[in-house]
């Protein structure tokens, strides 16, 4: 299988957990992408509308016909679809590989349930190789990369990015995360930082793996 093959399969078991005339959270990435076409073709005209994580999935939602809804008008969601870019076995997660990380935290914030959806290669034994992305007011870069350094990390500006909030991303290399949580909270602390692309205080519950064996599913 290839990973694209991977990342189809696992974002098809998670159109089984959507339920007709509701309303959804999507999540951004490539994996994601599959997951809002098969949505499209599974269930057309049977949800009612979608919470989007980032200006691309709104696009593609509303191209495949899906309607797209302001968060503020409809308060807590069911359900919330992603996918990730790390996740350890306890479910925590690294996010914002593709620069939607604050969105996808407050969509993740506002849903009841959590799926994360990915090809078996995003599960670690530790957090880390995979840079950590950190959304930063653009004033605040070098300040915040310097506290970045003093926790051991090693920030880099993500050249020719601006996120759907205006802001800079530092990915942050160099980390071994043992505590995940700790971590989280270290680094919101920070003045300047808007968003850390750790899911820690709040993990997906379920995570849909798909590998050369087929789907496996973790729960939290
Ligand atoms: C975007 C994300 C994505 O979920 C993450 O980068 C995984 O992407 P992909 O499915 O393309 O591997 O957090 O901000």
């Known amino acids: 299988m290839t990973p694209e093959d991977k990342k189809r399969a696992a974002a098809e078991a998670a159109v089984a957990y959507v339920k007709p005339d509701s309303i959804i959270g999507v999540g951004t990435g490539s994996t994601v992408n599959h997951f ?3 949505l499209a073709a599974k269930m057309a005209g049977q949800i009612t509308a979608a919470v989007s994580s980032s200006e691309a999935s709104s696009e593609r939602l509303r191209a495949l016909g899906i309607r797209v809804v302001d968060l503020n008008d409809i308060g807590k969601l069911d359900l919330y679809i992603d996918g990730a870019d790390e996740s350890n076995t306890r479910l925590e ?13 407050i969509v993740a914030a506002a849903s009841r349930e959590f799926i994360c959806i990915a090809d078996d290669s995003k599960l670690v034994a530790t957090l880390g190789a995979f840079p950590l992305p950190v959304e930063v007011i653009p004033m605040a870069r070098e300040l915040v990369a310097g506290e970045l350094r003093e926790l051991g990390g090693e920030p880099r500006l993500r050249a020719a990015f601006i996120t759907d909030n205006g802001n800079q991303i530092l990915d942050v290399h160099g980390l071994h995360i043992e505590d995940a949580l700790d971590l989280e909270t270290r680094i919101n602390q920070l003045t300047g930082v808007v968003c850390v692309g750790l899911f820690a205080r709040r993990p997906a519950d379920r995570l849909i793996l798909s590998g050369d064996d087929g789907i496996r599913t973790l729960q939290s």
């Open 93 to 105: 997660l690294i996010k914002g590989g593709g620069g939607a990380l604050m969105r996808e935290k």
């Open 36 to 38: 809002i076409d098969l």
